[in-house]
Nanobody, 121 residues
Framework: VQLQACGGGLVQAGGSLRLSCAAS????????MGWFRQAPGKEREYVAT????????YVADSVKGRFTISRDNAKNTVYLQMNSLKPEDTAVYYC???????????????WGQGTQVTVSS
């Protein structure tokens, strides 16, 4: 299984970025997908998950109202739209996959490589 994330970069506070994660090696439409992040010196933090069909999402309180998770099963891709970015959103963002959408909020089956997001003040 490979989860290839991209779309990170440097953005000013208040700006937007969209992360993408292309999945391969799994039947994408049967897996829940999600995003975690890890800031320097901090523990890895759950950000958002979406179920296999895309009709159920969970978003962490810290990003609720600013971040949106979505997926395109035809493209085997999950997205994280990040708006109104804050310096505290600076972190490496990781794409994850798991059979159970609830369980992957703590224990994903698969992790991708991270993509760096840096928000300047």
């Amino acid at each position: 299984v490979q989860l290839q994330a991209c779309g990170g970069g440097l953005v000013q506070a208040g700006g937007s970025l969209r992360l993408s994660c292309a999945a391969s090696g799994l039947t994408f439409s049967t897996y829940g997908m999600g995003w975690f992040r890890q800031a320097p010196g901090k523990e890895r933090e759950y950000v958002a998950t979406i179920n296999y069909s895309g009709n159920s999402v969970y978003v962490a309180d810290s990003v609720k109202g600013r971040f949106t998770i979505s997926r395109d099963n035809a493209k085997n891709t999950v997205y994280l739209q990040m708006n109104s970015l804050k310096p505290e959103d600076t972190a490496v963002y990781y794409c994850v996959a798991g059979r159970d959408t609830i369980v992957i909020r703590t224990t994903p089956n698969y992790w991708g490589q991270g993509t760096q997001v840096t928000v300047s003040s």
